[in-house]
């Protein structure tokens, strides 16, 4: 089985889209995720352009399912809850699911692994370290403790109390 690793964020009715993307992954039949956590949801000002401060948080699970396979499901998922895919890179979304991790594997297309944004922003790296401390990062062979412990944070990112009110996978 292979250990994935996901971002997820949104900045438009966060609440019910971060709620409603977590379940969405957790009962997909085709994704069977096992062993799934969840770092702590974070709030953070929208990097790269000016607009509502965004939720983030890092899922982690193990499943069967293929990383170009994973990614689809995600995108399915973007789509059904109002990402259109049509989206310029630095707009307002509903829903953002992006594979951060398949394993330990590196690849350039069709999914790019490990995703550049880790290394990039702390609504990133915070709750993947947070979820995955003794992790080491593919690329730069430093576990995710030590890689949010060098992270120069240059931005206002703090965690929230969130009210998950998950329906249990058993349902
Ligand atoms: N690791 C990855 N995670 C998510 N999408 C990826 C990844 N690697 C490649 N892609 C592909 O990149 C394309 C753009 O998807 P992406 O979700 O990144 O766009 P976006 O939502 O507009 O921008 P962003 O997610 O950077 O805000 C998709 O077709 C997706 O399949
Ligand atoms: N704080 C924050 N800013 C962003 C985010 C995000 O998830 N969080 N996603 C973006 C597009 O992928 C652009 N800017």
Redesign the pocket.
Known sequence: MALVHLGIGSNLQKHKHIRAGVQALLHHSGLQAQNVRLSRVFRSAAVGFAGRDFFNLVMSFHTHVAAGQV?DI??EIEHEFG?SGQ?A?FSP?TL?I???LYDQQVSAA????P?AEILENAFVLWPLAELSPLLVHPVMNQTYARLWQNYRLEQRLEPVDFNWSLTPTSE
């Not at 069709?110 to 692994?113: D, F, K, N, R, W």
């Open positions: 990614n995600c995108k990402h989206v890179k979304r953002d992006d594979v951060l069709p999914v790019q692994l995703r």
